[in-house]
């Protein structure tokens, strides 16, 4: 392998020469930057038969680009896309050099992700052979470049056929279930996992240029990594230490200034200047800085994420020939993980603040990763934030992340839970494999430290649980699952901490997610984070969220089908049946269907029509997961912390999602948004009492407010007086119980005998401000919903369109419960949906979707509960 970093320290530092970072933000140094995105052919190995090709790309995309391979999402494509993962596949390229820039002291040629097992020759010489497609690589090339034209070509190996006589050689396969190949061999490689198939996932095992591709022709010297170390933080100041390693490329050593600029939200630059010595090859320099009066980075709802532009430069010789910059928040984050009378607590603590985490476990948005836009990246944000969560897990399946989504993250106030790409399985822990993960830990570390909204490490997700619990025990010899337990340690106990310690030493790491609680037992439950799958798995009722309680739940949830224009994308109308061929495979969880059945039964009336049971799936994950994300809220501050599974799709498919591929929202994700609110009134029956909950997680204590309480029945007839409590008081941070009542004294003044009378009305809880603004607003029902008495109605509705955006006024005289307003355009985006409509309430909703147009008359679908009886 040749690489740029020459000098010593890069290998002390990282044992491995490729950890420079590519955060090539800088354009005001006097180095040219050329993206290689042009020109590219690929073709087949073996044909010589070369076509155009897309680059940052994949095979997958170029292949469907030229009709090769049918859409991979439609049908049952996906069974018709799998001879390509066996296939070794070339690019190439050329570009064309200048006198000019053959006269640069050096060039640099820079791959931010080559999936994965690329030959990379440049000329005619082999500049590196990469085998980590999480690595980006940065290659010294000016030996090899020639004036005019320049051949670039990269030859792939066939992930799969690469990786076979390691599999032959190991006497066992691995128990990487969710691979879906009779081999296992996902775990051989260091390639996002969900690539080769998932119980949400299609497997599309890619190869391919994934990531940009570029060449730098610069003098002197370049800066690879630029690392802001907040020292300490108080009301006053930041100390910072700007940490440099800069590699001079000149034989001799050179006299330059290092020149760091600051400034906050483009205000006045501060500049401090240094005059260094650069010895040739690798220097490190610390420069300390200190920002006075610091304005510290928020969490989403906890106020401004601000954030300070950092830059270095190297000026030598009058010009600035190098700089890096950074955006970076001032906060502090620390992950509490003590002991402490209920077993071990498990929590962030923001600038000193406990925060309860809301949020979910995020997948790779895609498939096929190169197509997901900076408009995909900026609407999942406008969701994540919207639906006022605050922490997002990078759940170690996927990838680790794109420069776009930390950004994001930064700019968003959003924490990020960051998992190593290891997931529910055992992985090898080879001499060659452990040196494949170092390098992968380093170069991402390094990548992705200086981001405010970097909350913690995590090892791996579920390799501790299923080691302990999945049976491999039984499954293997004793000597293999030896060989699997101290894999594990040297992986995720010794390697992976010792690489944060090293490179990122303030933040948190754990080594797995969950580390100790198991769900299967409660004599766990008490210690750190947990997943919860007594729910679904374990097909326990929904209500025992209220009871099986974690410090922290880092994952829980339940399957939807997406709703129909999404099915529409990939079946047709003779395809709509639940357990049709096509739906079938779409839907991954081999037990997924009976279990949305099962738990449909118990709380619901199941409808015959598909169109039907889609929607009612769709009330129904909402409804009970926002079940569990109150229970937890509320039970606050024994349990801190509640991310569901899953955020997102990677394609068209039956999940456990809240917003599906092409961005639509399921009924969880508006239900997440209710119970997420900053402010939020949570009633839960209790056998024959009702306790009225009122959760804050804002940093201000509320006063003066007023709880309004009315129970009205479905006709919109009062039951009874309102009860108001005023003057309350609703503490920062908090959550308690503010009303308490018998169900019988709540309904005293009806005729009705009150089991009856519980299935003909609900409970309108109103909380205001004391200007009478409302903060927020529930309604409440006392029995499932297959038990309610619904009236039959017939919403009416009235829409009016501009460009871009439609208002809807809904009204319907009785109620109409989990209203859903379905429009033919993806990614329509709704101000509220899945709502139950009020007796004679009269409710607007903002539709706004790029394709709405004034005049054009916009097909549109209301359904309600009651209508799915008939
Ligand atoms: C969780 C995840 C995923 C999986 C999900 C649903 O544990 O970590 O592996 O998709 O369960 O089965």
């Known amino acids: 392998m040749i690489l740029n970093l020459t000098g010593k320290k890069a290998q002390i530092a990282c044992g491995l020469l490729c950890c420079c970072s590519m955060a090539y933000a800088q354009s005001n140094d006097n180095s040219e930057v050329v993206l290689l995105h042009t020109g590219w052919e690929f073709s087949q190995a073996g044909t010589e038969l070369w076509r155009t090709a897309e680059v940052p790309g994949t095979v997958h995309q170029d292949l469907i680009h030229h009709k090769l391979l049918p859409s991979p999402f439609y049908g049952m494509n996906e069974q018709k896309i799998q001879w390509v993962e066996n296939e070794d596949w070339e690019y190439r390229t050329s570009f064309t050099v200048t006198m000019e820039q053959l006269e640069r002291d050096d060039a640099q040629l820079i791959f931010e992700g080559l999936d994965t097992y690329a030959d990379v020759y440049l000329n005619g010489s082999l500049l590196l052979k990469s085998d980590n497609m999480f690595v980006g690589y940065s290659l010294p090339v000016k030996p090899q470049l020639r004036l005019g034209e320049n051949l670039l070509h990269i030859y792939f190996h066939s992930p799969i056929r690469q990786t076979l006589p390691q599999y032959a050689s190991n006497g066992f396969n691995y128990p990487a279930d969710n691979d879906h190949h ?110 006075l009066s610091p304005v510290r980075w928020m969490p989403n709802g906890w106020g401004k994420p601000a954030l300070y532009d950092f830059s270095a430069q190297v000026v030598f010789d009058g010009k600035v020939v190098a700089e890096q910059s950074h955006r970076i928040g001032l906060r502090t984050v620390r992950l509490v993980n003590e002991k402490d009378a209920d077993g071990e607590s498990f929590y962030f603590e923001v600038n000193g603040i406990p925060m309860f985490a809301k949020g979910a476990n995020y997948i790779p948005q895609d498939a096929l990763l190169p197509s997901v836009t900076t408009e995909r990246y900026q609407t999942l944000f406008r969701d994540i934030k919207e639906a006022n969560m605050n922490v997002v897990r990078i759940w170690g399946g996927g990838t680790y992340e794109d420069d776009r989504f930390y950004d994001l993250a930064d700019e968003n106030g959003i924490l990020v839970w960051q998992d190593f790409m290891f997931a529910c399985t055992p992985y090898p822990s080879d001499p060659t494999f452990l040196k494949r993960v170092e390098e992968e830990a380093c170069y991402n570390i390094r990548r992705l430290r200086n981001h405010p909204s970097l909350a913690m490490w995590c090892g791996n997700n579920e390799i501790l649980e299923a080691l302990k619990y999945w049976g491999y025990q039984k499954k293997y010899t004793p000597e293999i699952y030896q060989e699997m337990m101290s894999g594990y340690d040297k992986l995720f106990r010794e390697l992976l901490p010792a690489k944060v310690k090293e490179l990122d030493a303030d933040r948190f790491y754990i080594h797995s997610s969950p580390y100790l609680a198991n769900w299967g037992r409660p004599e766990s439950w008490g210690i750190g984070d947990s997943h919860n799958w007594g729910v679904w798995y374990g097909q326990k009722p929904f209500e025992s969220l209220d009871t099986d309680l974690p410090r922290f739940m880092s994952e829980f949830g339940f399957q939807s089908f997406p709703e129909m224009k999404t099915i529409a994308t990939f079946a047709a109308p003779e395809d709509y049946q639940i357990e049709s061929e096509v739906m079938n495979a779409h839907q991954k969880s081999s037990i997924g269907n009976a279990l949305i059945r099962t738990y449909m039964e118990r709380d619901y009336i199941v409808p015959e029509k598909f169109e039907d049971f889609v ?256």
């Open 182 to 291: 009779e081999k296992h061999l996902s775990v051989f490689s260091r390639k996002a996992p969900y690539s080769y198939g998932w119980d949400w996932g299609i497997r599309m095992v890619t190869s391919g240029i994934w990531r940009p591709v570029k060449i730098r022709f610069y003098d002197a010297a370049s800066i690879n990594d630029y690392h802001i170390k907040q020292l300490s933080l108080t009301e006053y100041s930041a100390e910072l230490s700007n940490e440099l390693e800069i590699n001079n490329i000149l034989p001799q050593s050179i006299q330059a200034e290092i020149r760091i600029n600051y400034s906050f939200e483009k205000g006045e630059e501060t500049v401090i200047s240094r005059s260094v010595t650069l010895q040739p090859g690798l220097n490190s320099i610390h420069i300390p800085s200190e920002v």
């Open 615 to 870: 929607y009612v799936g769709l009330v129904l994950q909402g409804q009970g997961m926002r079940h569990g994300l109150e229970a937890h809220r509320r039970n606050r501050p024994y349990c801190m912390g509640t991310l569901y599974w899953q955020l997102n799709d990677s394609w068209p498919v039956v999940s456990w999602s809240s917003i599906d591929y092409y961005g639509n929202w399921k009924a969880l994700h508006y239900q997440a948004k209710r119970a997420f609110a900053p402010i939020h009134i949570n009633p839960i029956q209790r056998n024959d009492s009702l306790c009225v909950y009122l959760l804050s997680d804002r940093l201000d204590t509320l006063e003066k407010m007023t709880l309004e309480m009315k129970v009205i029945d479905f006709e919109g007839k009062k039951i009874s007086k309102p009860m108001l409590l005023r003057s309350l008081s609703v503490p920062a941070n908090t959550s308690q119980c503010v009303y308490r009542t018998k169900l019988d004294a709540l309904l005293s003044s009806t005729k009705r005998p009150l089991s009856e009378e519980l299935l003909h009305c609900f409970m309108l809880l109103t909380l205001k401000d004391k200007s009478g603004h409302v903060v927020d607003e529930t309604v409440y029902f006392f029995a499932k919903t297959k038990e309610l008495l619904l009236p039959e109605t017939i919403i009416s509705y009235k829409m009016n369109q501009t460009d871009g955006e439609g208002e809807l006024t809904l009204l319907s005289p009785v109620l109409a419960k989990d209203v859903f307003i379905e429009v033919p355009l993806q990614g329509a985006r709704f101000s509220d949906n899945f709502f139950d409509l009020l007796p004679g309430e009269r409710k607007t909703i903002l539709i706004t979707s790029p394709q709405i147009k004034k005049g054009e008359e916009l097909p549109l679908t209301v359904k309600h509960i009651r209508e799915t009886y008939n």
